[in-house]
Nanobody, 120 residues
């Protein structure tokens, strides 16, 4: 069983930046970030394989967010934040290679979430 611990959420003004971190208790094949705003479905944000290969992003964050990894940790640098980015951000990890890391089903383990609030 892999435990995931997120950190780095908080309150930021629109146009600002924030960096999220997630530490896994053991090695995984892929790590990613999802977000869920109140009343909405959980949405894919970004993912990266353990080797650093195949970083992928959701359409709404491309060009603004960057995912990186180091060892058993993954990071999400969020720039040019907008009020619509307000959500609980969840770290996720999976044990297998997949052709597409956007589906929730690609991940076996989930963190508890960290809240990101972007004020206008």
């Amino acid at each position: 069983q892999i435990q995931l611990v997120e950190s780095g959420g908080g309150l930021v003004q629109a146009g600002g930046s924030l960096k999220l971190s997630c530490a896994a208790s053991g090695p995984t094949y892929v790590m990613g970030w999802f977000r869920q705003a109140p009343g909405k479905e959980r949405q894919f944000v970004a993912a990266v394989e353990w080797s650093g290969n195949r970083p992928s992003y959701g359409d709404s964050v491309k060009g603004r967010f960057t995912i990186t990894n180091s060892g058993n940790s993954v990071y999400l640098q969020m720039n040019s934040l907008e009020p619509d980015d307000t959500a609980v951000y969840y770290c996720a990890a999976g044990r297998n290679s997949r052709p597409n890391y956007a589906p929730l089903s690609a991940y076996e383990w989930w963190g508890q979430g960290t809240l990101v609030t972007v004020s206008s």
